[in-house]
């Protein structure tokens, strides 16, 4: 993925879509170097389930989730159960980092073609939780704001990890 949040042009959809790659991509710069056993590592002693692979893991079902699943009605296909909520977390300490990391730029690219021709206004096939259907310029400021958020995530866990700092 290319990292750059200058959009090609300066209409609404490219100004949104580059963000939001641009937060994409920086999830790749933040995985680099990192040892697969160190991607499994939970530093932060209250909460066990905070691994980068599992942010990484996590961020990528929930492409699946609020594009495939919520905005275009297909089947959830997410590692997620009743008895497991936060299965992506825990899946994802028994895959090799650079698998998570495929898996997540291929769903990203997914997405990526899936929404391309659809209209910023165009209503999701799913609910939110009050009931009223969301359209995609949400659904991609939402997915834009959870991945930068996560990224913050990212950059503490590498600093307590390894001590990487940096953009």
């Given at each position: 993925?290319?990292?750059?949040?200058?959009?090609?042009?300066?209409?609404?959809?490219?100004?949104?879509?580059?963000?939001?790659?641009?937060?994409?991509?920086?999830?790749?710069?933040?995985?680099?170097?990192?040892?697969?056993?160190?991607?499994?590592?939970?530093?932060?002693?209250?909460?066990?389930?905070?691994?980068?692979?599992?942010?990484?893991?996590?961020?990528?079902?929930?492409?699946?989730?609020?594009?495939?699943?919520?905005?275009?009605?297909?089947?959830?296909?997410?590692?997620?159960?009743?008895?497991?909520?936060?299965?992506?977390?825990?899946?994802?300490?028994?895959?090799?980092?650079?698998?998570?990391?495929e898996e997540y730029?291929?769903?990203?690219?997914?997405?990526?073609?899936?929404?391309?021709?659809?209209?910023?206004?165009?209503?999701?096939?799913?609910?939110?939780?009050?009931?009223?259907?969301?359209?995609?310029?949400?659904?991609?400021?939402?997915?834009?704001?959870?991945?930068?958020?996560?990224?913050?995530?990212?950059?503490?866990?590498?600093?307590?990890i390894d001590g990487?700092?940096?953009?």
């Amino acid at each position: 993925m290319q990292r750059t949040d200058t959009p090609t042009s300066w209409d609404e959809r490219s100004t949104l879509t580059t963000f939001h790659d641009y937060a994409r991509a920086t999830v790749i710069h933040k995985c680099e170097g990192l040892a697969d056993e160190d991607a499994r590592k939970a530093p932060l002693a209250t909460s066990p389930l905070m691994t980068v692979a599992g942010v990484v893991n996590h961020l990528r079902w929930n492409e699946h989730w609020w594009f495939e699943v919520m905005f275009l009605g297909d089947e959830d296909r997410g590692p997620w159960t009743d008895e497991d909520p936060d299965a992506e977390f825990t899946v994802a300490l028994e895959v090799p980092l650079e698998r998570l990391l495929e898996e997540y730029e291929a769903q990203c690219a997914r997405v990526r073609e899936r929404i391309a021709g659809i209209d910023l206004d165009a209503l999701s096939k799913g609910k939110e939780s009050r009931g009223g259907h969301l359209t995609l310029r949400w659904v991609i400021g939402h997915m834009t704001e959870e991945t930068a958020r996560h990224n913050g995530h990212l950059d503490i866990l590498r600093e307590l990890i390894d001590g990487s700092t940096g953009a």
